[in-house]
């Protein structure tokens, strides 16, 4: 898209920042959206300037892997569809590399198609939460805790560089291979 980029939100900005999350989520979305705002590193999508995308970022510990987690991100209607949440998620994956991460998450819930398809056609293997307490056990509630995502039923797991015999159990999710039997 002409006009297009992507860069950290700047601390006069997130009142506006709020009001596109207004614009973008309602309910318990926005509230907590909102109040990722304290926590998260915030990127920003402008187009000639004007605030069209927003996605919040962090960086944690996942069963032993430095983990990056795409918290939200919302891009303004009439936008969407045209590139912004793609340069939004490509920028959160060059921050997370940047940050020795080995994989980048994301949560929503099963009734949102669109996240859904957004993050598969990135290149995200989607996990039901089924599927996660299938392979991991009772260490599925470490990757709920560490997502924030105890709504959430859908995970999105995608591995930011291509390690040759990476393990673990977070590689074998995103390769979809069976249960791990120490689970």
Do not use: H, Q
């Not at 980029?5 to 700047?10: E, G």
């Not at 290149?123 to 392979?135: I, P, Q, S, T």
């Not at 159990?169 to 979809?176: E, F, H, P, T």
């Amino acid at each position: 898209m002409r006009g297009l980029s992507v860069r950290r939100a700047r601390p006069p900005e997130m009142g506006e920042v709020a009001k596109l999350i207004r614009e973008v989520f309602r309910g318990y979305d926005a509230y907590y959206a909102t109040l990722g705002l304290r926590r998260a590193r915030t990127l920003v999508a402008e187009v000639c300037g004007a605030l069209v995308g927003f996605a919040e970022v962090y960086v944690t510990e996942v069963l032993g892997s430095r983990v990056g987690v795409i918290y939200y991100i919302g891009v303004k209607p009439g936008f969407r569809r045209r590139g912004v949440g793609r340069a939004l998620e490509a920028e959160a994956a060059r921050w997370f590399a940047r940050r020795g991460c080995s994989y980048s998450m994301a949560s929503t819930v099963r009734n949102n198609v669109a996240s859904r398809a957004f993050f598969r056609r990135l290149g995200y293997r989607e996990v039901f939460l089924e599927e996660l307490f299938d392979a991991l056990g009772s260490r599925a509630w470490l990757v709920i805790d560490a997502l924030y995502a105890y709504e959430d039923d859908v995970f999105f797991l995608k591995a930011l560089s291509e390690r040759r015999g990476a393990r673990g159990l977070l590689a074998r999710l995103v390769r979809g291979t069976e249960r791990d039997d120490k689970a």
